[in-house]
Structures are given as structure tokens and as C-alpha cells.
């Protein structure tokens, strides 16, 4: 895909198979699309704890382990990172906690979708809303609040 179309015409004007918050269609908890070049994935639950320790090197290397700074910038609130970080079972990491991260930190596209392929699904912006509005947040240079108000005006829920 060529994330470089994705816009926020893009968005007001594409029908999208899904919100790319829950994922309906899918028997399993995981779906994972393999794209070419892409390793086959490890099971769920390593993936997950994976992704938790991303989680954690982030915070603790971009933010110091400063929970206000980490809200400032992401808008993730310190319980919020602090079940993260625990890996509370009922509490796991959200897509719109890694779009606000990824957003708060002007990841490139290509570390986002590392950081999605670990929570199961992949950044695909041409098939999920939320995926369009985080890649358009990232190419565009879009702050915290500017991603926000942009999930708002498309009914997705931060």
C-alpha cells in the first residue's frame, strides 16, 4: 500500500471495512496479515509481552520514567501506563494507547506498525479508520490533541 494517499480527504471520502479499533469479522483474538519480507508470528501471548516491554523501554528511555510528561505528549494517563507496564490481564495494550504513543513520539509509519504487528494487527490504513487517522497523524506531524480531535470527528472513541 501506498501510505503516501492516505490524507484526511482519504478518510472523509473511503469506505472502510472496519473501524480497526475491534475487529468483528475475526473467530480468533489474534489476526495477524503477513506482508512480504514479514517474519511468521510468535504466539500471542510473547507477543503481547513483547509489546509490553516496548512499552517500557520507551517510557523509561523518551520519558525518563515521567508519568505527567508521558501524558502531556501521548495523552495516556499514568494508571492507564502503569497496567500497561504491569500487564494487568484485563487491562492489555489497546490499538488507540499504541496510535497515541506512536502519534505523541512522531514515530515513523514503518516503527508504528512494528509496535501494531506486535498487538496482533498490522497498520492498514486502506481496510480500518483508525489506521488511516494514524497514519495520516504520523505523516502529517500531528501533535497529541490534533490526533485526538481528528478520532473524535470520526466517531472513534480515545
Known sequence: MDFSKINKEYIRNHEFAC?????????EK??????????????????R???????????????????AKLHTCTGISED??????????DHKITRVAIGKLCVGLTM???????LFKLEGHSLEPENN???????DALQCGDDIDVFIETCKEFKIRT
Open 19 to 27: 473501524d480497526g479499533i475491534s475487529f468483528p469479522n475475526n473467530k
Open 80 to 89: 492507564s501506563m502503569r497496567k500497561y507496564l504491569r500487564g494487568v490481564h
Open 49 to 67: 509481552i513483547k509489546l509490553r516491554q516496548r512499552f517500557s523501554e520507551i517510557f523509561f528511555t523518551r520519558f525518563d520514567g515521567n508519568y
Open 30 to 47: 489474534v489476526s495477524y496479515r503477513l506482508h512480504i519480507g514479514d517474519p511468521v508470528p510468535t504466539q500471542q501471548e510473547q507477543q
Open 108 to 114: 515513523s509509519v514503518e516503527e508504528s506498525n512494528e
Open 129 to 135: 479508520l483508525f489506521d488511516a487517522i494514524v497514519v
